[in-house]
């Protein structure tokens, strides 16, 4: 069965940084697109990066940019995101998604797999 474990989530300083992670069971994870996503409380769902399948093609959303990094391992079935300068408005649920192809953009809709999120807390 196709499954996304996210991990890593917690609290985090403002200014401080987080790294999640999402590793992939039941597919290996070379051939899909994967892209986080967050959902804070009273929110909608937003997409915040996408990674291609072989991990050279990257996008961000301006929420983000200059401050986060999507990476992937496929050898370890694992994509990451590395969060820094944490701001008190990144305080969310992390989903990572997963959609059979070489690259997607930042639309919910586009994702067909997602994991359960793991919150993170950006407070002093």
């Known amino acids: 069965q196709l499954q996304l474990v996210e991990s890593g989530g917690g609290l985090a300083q403002p200014g401080g940084s987080l790294r999640l992670s999402c590793a992939a069971s039941g597919f290996t994870l070379d051939l899909y697109a994967i892209a986080w996503f967050r959902q804070a409380p009273g929110k909608g769902r937003e997409g915040i990066s996408s990674i291609s399948d072989s991990g050279g093609t990257t996008l961000y959303a301006d929420s983000v940019k200059g401050r986060f990094t999507i990476s992937r391992d496929n050898a370890k079935n694992t994509v990451y995101l590395q969060m820094n300068s944490l701001k008190p408005e990144d305080t969310a649920i992390y989903y990572c998604?997963?959609?059979?192809?070489?690259?997607?953009?930042?639309?919910?809709?586009?994702?067909?797999?997602w994991g359960q999120g793991t919150q993170v807390t950006v407070s002093s």
């Open positions: 998604a997963a959609t059979y192809s070489s690259f997607r953009g930042l639309n919910f809709n586009e994702y067909d797999y």
